[in-house]
């Protein structure tokens, strides 16, 4: 799986190396314990409904960028800090990549995942 970003007609892939957290138990431990993610990494929560979602950065000892969308279009677009950062965001999906993965999506963006 691929997720790719799409923005004016431009298409860039953000990551190649796609996990999605599909049980409560990926969903709760996200990327807490973690050393490190490849730059091509990205972790995708998906929920069943559009709803306020949040992320915390507890025991992730690295910087991250979070996406929130509904549907594919990018709702919000956050860099989370190690250790102490949150966030809270209306999405169906959330997205978190490495830090600076994201720096040119912005919120109004489509971002898909690809076979």
Do not use: C
């Not at 990494?41 to 690295?62: E, G, I, T």
């Amino acid at each position: 799986m691929r997720l790719v970003h799409r923005q004016n007609g431009a298409q860039s892939t953000l990551a190649s190396n796609v996990e999605t957290a599909d049980s409560f138990l990926s969903q709760a431990r996200g990327l807490m314990f973690r050393g490190s993610v490849p730059d091509d990494y990205a972790l995708v929560f998906r929920f069943d409904d559009a709803d306020r979602h949040s992320l915390h950065m507890v025991f992730v000892p690295f910087d991250i960028d979070a996406l929130w969308l509904v549907g594919d279009e990018v709702t919000k677009k956050k860099r989370l800090s190690a250790w102490t950062g949150i966030g809270f965001g209306m999405a169906d999906t959330v997205v978190e990549l490495p830090a600076g993965a994201a720096d040119g999506v912005e919120p109004g963006d489509l971002v898909e995942i690809a076979e």
